[in-house]
């Protein structure tokens, strides 16, 4: 997993409340059992002016012009500006998938669905919650002055805006240690390798019929 640190991108705001994860990415694309290839479908829906289907040429498709992310402006968009609860419906880690993929690497809004909450961190995406007060100012700057970027520290938790003002935000410190670390469920397992070497070799030994063979 790519580790969070500090991160500057430009800020695509997408200005509605109850993104649910079907809206992010749709049922008929999780199909795949691969954990790529989500990110071109990714709002798809908000995104084409037509229905998508998997295997269908993305480049071929037409363009929603009003879509948010299909404007020239938020070309590029690093970080996604979002209302309150973000990422409902269904469970779906495809959701993170999809985000991550396209190149978002942090959301800020006032809140989110438990369990996309959790998926994003297990995902290197990282979601910053602020107060609606916040986030609504931010929505004004993002629409008011094109190329509107901010910085993510994530050491100092805080979000910086082009002014230099701070907003502060919560992250419990476990979440902040694996995303510092670039350590999703498998690297936090593999700190342990040696451990679990010691554990199978001495289980071995004391059980050798446990050793699997080949039928003859």
């Known amino acids: 997993m790519q580790a969070f640190t500090t991160h ?4 695509a705001p997408l200005d509605r409340a109850n993104v649910d994860t079907d ?3 749709p049922k008929q694309f999780l199909k795949s ?17 037509d229905h998508g289907e998997p295997g269908m040429d993305n480049s071929k498709r037409p363009l929603n012009p009003d879509f948010v992310l299909n404007q020239p402006r938020y070309q590029g968009a690093s ?10 419906g ?32 297990k995902n290197g995406l990282l979601p910053i919650i602020l107060t609606e007060l916040d986030v609504s100012r931010l929505f004004d700057e993002v629409k008011a002055f094109p190329g509107y970027q901010l910085t993510i520290d994530l050491a ?24 510092l670390n670039g350590l999703d469920d498998i690297g936090l397992t593999l700190q342990k390798s040696d451990v679990i070497r010691a554990f199978e070799a001495e289980r071995l030994a ?4 446990l050793e699997s063979r080949p039928i003859a």
């Open 79 to 88: 970080i996604l500006l979002a209302r309150k609860n973000f990422g409902c």
């Open 8 to 11: 500057t991108g430009l800020v």
């Open 90 to 121: 269904s469970s779906r880690e495809h959701a993170p998938w999809a985000l991550t993929q396209y190149g978002f690497r942090a959301i800020i809004a006032p809140s989110y669905a438990d369990i996309f909450f959790n998926n994003s961190f």
């Open 33 to 49: 059992i691969k954990r790529t290839g989500f990110g071109p479908n990714l709002f798809d829906e908000l995104r084409y002016l």
């Open 156 to 179: 100092r938790q805080a979000v910086i805006a082009p002014d230099g003002r701070e907003l502060k935000f919560d992250i419990e410190p476990f979440r902040k240690h694996c995303l």
């Open 23 to 25: 809206l992010i990415i």
């Open 206 to 209: 004391k059980f050798p019929w």
